[in-house]
């Protein structure tokens, strides 16, 4: 059984940077595809970043491309995602999920796993 727990999410002024973590139990991040979704009240859970179970390969949503970045540490058994040049419009619940699949995938019914979100709130 596959554990995650977030952290390190918090307030932070537009323009700002952010990283937020997932750690990992009961599989090793090699043998996962990791993936941070964001939902904001109201909204449907959508899609934030993905990264394979090598690490090699990468994906992200238009509306953070080039201001996040996503990554894995096997050291900590641990997910990232880097944020930068925050927006009010990124202020939501943070969740990361976690899959065994080889593919990167867009859509949280495809994740087996996930952890108990960490806020992340954008002001002006």
């Known amino acids: 059984q596959v554990q995650l727990v977030e952290s390190g999410g918090g307030l932070v002024q537009a323009g700002g940077s952010l990283r937020i973590s997932c750690a990992a139990s009961g599989r090793t991040l090699s043998q996962l595809a990791m993936a941070w979704f964001r939902q904001a009240p109201g909204k449907e859970r959508e899609f934030v970043a993905a990264i394979s179970r090598s690490g090699d390969v990468t994906d992200y949503a238009d509306s953070v491309k080039g201001r996040f970045a996503i990554s894995k540490d096997s050291a900590n058994n641990a997910a990232y995602l880097q944020m930068n040049t925050l927006q009010q419009e990124d202020t939501a619940l943070y969740y990361c999920?976690?899959?065994?699949?080889?593919?990167?995938?867009?859509?949280?019914?495809?994740?087996?796993?996930w952890g108990q979100g960490t806020q992340v709130t954008v002001s002006s």
């Open positions: 999920g976690a899959d065994r699949s080889f593919i990167l995938r867009r859509t949280p019914r495809d994740y087996d796993y």
